[in-house]
């Protein structure tokens, strides 16, 4: 099934593109983030807390595997750490058109300045966290994309007028 799959860094803005998205192309919206966090009744902090990282990233595995069976096309938002792991290569394939919201450091550090909902920030002085994180992520993200855009540097209907753009070019030459 060819869903539109956003990818990117925490802050980056994957949920609010997804659904913008999602009700521009007239499709069902799916944040996986939020589809785990429902299930397990409990937050992802929570999740992390109780489980470990581990944990919930093999639910996010799972969670890919169940969207790959849905034959409705739909717009997925995924959570920054997908891309990430190995064994979800295949499926971020087999998912659909990967767009790549890809968000400066200062954009990020902005927005995620006073987020306490992420456990990977946790720790060590947040900036520095973003910095490493985002240099190791970031050229995970690129791998996958097959399309990428910056975020954080035009208003948000110019980024969904970019980004349906590009979707439609892409979807016509493959």
Do not use: C, W
């Not at 791998?143 to 590009?166: H, Y």
Request: charged residues 35%; aromatic residues 6%.
């Amino acid at each position: 099934m060819n869903h539109v799959v956003i990818i990117g860094f925490m802050g980056s803005g994957k949920t609010r593109v997804g659904k913008q998205l999602s009700k521009d192309l007239g499709l069902q919206f799916v944040d996986l983030d939020k589809l785990i966090t429902k299930k397990m009744n409990l937050s992802a902090r929570e999740i992390f807390e109780k489980f470990g990282e581990a944990y919930y990233r093999a639910l996010e595995t799972v969670a890919l595997k169940q969207l790959i069976q849905d034959s409705e096309r739909k717009v997925i938002s995924l959570g920054a750490g997908v891309p990430l792991q190995e064994q979800n290569e295949k499926y971020l394939k087999e998912l659909g058109t990967v767009v790549y919201l890809k968000g400066s450091l200062t954009t990020l550090k902005k927005r995620l300045a006073d987020s306490k909902k992420d456990p990977m920030l946790d720790g060590e002085d947040r900036d520095d966290k973003i910095k490493k994180l985002l240099k190791q992520r970031d050229p995970v993200y690129q791998k996958f994309a097959d399309i990428q855009v910056v975020t954080g540097e035009v208003p948000f209907e110019e980024l969904i007028k970019e980004i349906e753009e590009k979707l439609s070019t892409y979807e016509k030459n493959s």
